[in-house]
């Protein structure tokens, strides 16, 4: 009759003492069956089926017929083989493992299913009894095959589906919880820029990475910073126990940066600003430490340490590292996150930085322009003085008050007054400019008819139309147009555009002077038929001092502040000046200002 057995539990293997089935009947040694021929005709006729196994590789013995035809082998093909090798590949480890676990319990175990050597579609049961001798070690192992019922099959597959579904439901649990923690991870860092990044001035950015903590219970931080001169600073020390935080600050000023310490700046500056994780002992530990920091940190709780460097453009510049709680360790999750908020906290401080940086070049570019300014403003004061002088002087001796002047020494002294205009003509645009740029200028604004201003700022440049040989072509303006604005300002406007225009001109030219409402402004256009401009010069023109090429015609060109100082005067008085042109072809210059809300319409 079959001996006794047990059923298995999910492992695989669980046991119960039982009788030894071989050792109760024999002395205690190994016997094999050729020295119990008894034993093997027995067991030859008995229907379950039972094989025997010796050694450590489990080396088959003895094999009875049903279990040689339940495997389909033969006697000769079965014994000398290790067990493992009369089953499928697959279940050679698992069986393997069923009998030193037997050998080693002492006791009998039933493993789960096997398949035949042949693949045959037949599922088994193998069962295991060590046969152990009066000292506990194994002497020889009986194994017993039988093929599973219908019951075993249904359960075996039950517990297939119940690990599957159970697998399945661990691994769902865990995406679940890697998305919650993604979930928790972003909203921390995004609370985090949002606090880090919320100035833009450099002190301010610098306080906040100060105050930053992790959201893990207990962790603390420490910051460092790297100054121009490589000198190391410890700037804060932040922990969230207030008790912890009141012995941390009795630090202040004496637990600072040691190059040889094991965590922060120093480590970040030996390992080129690469992220390093330490125990605390060995990153605490330093015999340079006074012996009332050593205390300190002794008292503290702490765990692992995650230094994170902080590099602008390159450089290192500093370093956060945060302090595990309680002898804790950073998880991989953490370790990423620390790095992608010291990622963020560097560049809020380089946003801070080039700010800064920006408004200092700034202040500095205003402080040049204002030097400049005032320079140009007093030299013109200082110069207009001697060519007033210079002027009355000529007038004098040309109305020859000091004497008798010959024709040749009149010429002379005309050239002389004209160069002296010139020259007072330039340095007047350079007090317009200056006054213009310092806000200096005062503006009486009225509203003025826009034919009347165009027609009285024509009759001032006609003897150079006509000294140039060009043709006013048209003068279109309805006379009901109002426009509001300095009426001075805007003639010098206007005649700084009949200049350019006449000045730029080849002789037998057209001039075109046109007037328009267009909404809530008047446009006055001075249209002309020269050398026209490049399409990137069209903005450049209106930039101070800057001339155009106009040698072929032999003009005399200026310093280039007229554009400049007519376009500053439009926008002055909230309109504008622009221009449009094709080179060889002329240009249009359009002055926009506001329309009068009383006048007519």
Not at 146 to 170: G, K, V, Y
Not at 232 to 238: P, Y
Not at 463 to 489: Q, S
Request: hydrophobic share 40%; aromatic share 4%.
């Amino acid at each position: 009759m079959p001996l006794p057995i047990v059923e298995s539990n999910s492992s695989g293997d669980i046991a119960v003492p039982q009788p030894h089935p071989i050792g109760d009947a024999v002395s205690d040694r190994s016997y094999t069956p050729g020295e119990l021929p008894a034993f093997a005709e027995v067991m030859d006729r008995v229907s379950a089926a039972f094989a025997l196994v010796s050694g450590a590789d489990h080396t088959v013995v003895y094999a009875n017929e049903a279990f040689r035809s339940l495997l389909g082998i033969g006697t000769s093909t079965a014994v000398g083989r290790t067990i493992a090798q009369c089953f499928a590949p697959r279940d050679a480890s698992q069986l393997s493992a069923l009998l030193d676990g037997a050998n080693r319990a002492g006791i009998p175990v039933r493993s789960r299913r096997v398949e035949r050597l042949d693949g045959a579609s037949i599922a088994l049961c193998c069962s295991a009894w060590p046969d152990l001798h009066t000292n506990g070690a194994t002497r020889q192992t009986l194994v017993e095959l039988r093929p599973s019922t219908d019951a075993e099959l249904s359960l075996a597959l039950q517990r297939e589906i119940a690990e599957r579904l159970l697998l399945s439901a661990l691994r769902e649990q865990q995406s679940a919880e890697s998305a919650e923690h993604s979930r928790r991870s972003a909203a921390f860092l995004a609370a985090e820029s949002r606090r880090i990044g919320e100035s833009l001035d450099e002190g301010e950015t610098m306080g906040a990475i100060n105050r930053t903590s992790l959201p893990l219970r207990g962790a603390w931080c420490i910051v460092d910073t790297l100054t121009d001169d490589r000198t190391m600073h410890r700037l804060a020390i932040v922990h969230p126990d207030a008790t912890k935080q009141a012995l941390l600050a009795t630090l202040e000023g004496r637990w600072i940066p040691d190059s040889s310490d094991g965590f922060g700046l120093p480590a970040a500056v030996r390992d080129a600003g690469a992220t390093t994780l330490s125990a605390r002992m060995e990153t605490f530990t330093n015999p340079s430490q006074q012996p009332e920091v050593a205390a300190a940190l002794h008292e503290l709780a702490a765990g692992e340490l995650l230094t994170v460097p902080l590099v602008i453009r390159e450089q290192l510049i500093g370093a956060l590292t945060f302090v595990a709680a309680d002898l804790g360790r950073f998880s991989p999750d953490d370790v990423q996150l620390v790095i992608e908020l010291g990622d963020r906290s560097a560049r809020a401080l380089e946003r801070a930085r080039l700010y800064g940086e920006s408004i200092a070049l700034r202040i500095r570019a205003e402080s040049a322009s204002q030097a400049k300014s005032t320079f140009l403003g007093m030299m013109s004061h200082e110069l207009r003085t001697p060519l007033n002088a210079i002027g009355g002087y000529v007038d004098l001796i040309d109305m020859e008050l000091r004497g008798p002047v010959t024709d040749a020494q009149h010429t002379d002294l005309a050239r002389i007054r004209t160069n002296q205009k010139y020259l007072t003509s330039l340095i007047t645009d350079l007090l317009n400019l200056t006054k213009m740029d310092g806000g200096n200028l005062v503006y009486l604004t009225t509203d003025i008819p826009a034919r009347e201003t165009v027609l009285a700022s024509i009759a001032l440049v006609e003897p150079l139309i006509a000294k140039r040989n060009l043709i006013l072509a048209t003068v279109l303006c309805d006379a009901d147009l109002v426009l509001r604005g300095d009426r001075d300002k805007v003639m010098q406007i206007l005649v700084n555009l009949l200049s350019n225009a006449i000045k730029f001109t080849p002789p037998g030219g057209n001039l075109v002077v046109e007037c328009s409402a267009v909404e809530a402004f008047v446009r006055i256009r001075v249209c002309d038929t020269g050398i026209g401009l490049a399409s990137d010069k069209l903005e450049q023109i209106f930039e101070p001092f800057m001339q155009v090429d106009a040698s072929t015609l032999g003009s005399e060109t200026g310093v280039g502040l007229g554009l400049a100082i007519s376009r500053g005067l439009a926008r002055a008085m909230r309109g504008d000046l622009t221009v449009e042109s094709t080179l060889g072809e002329g240009a249009r210059f359009t002055l926009s200002l506001p329309r009068s809300l009383d006048g007519p319409h």
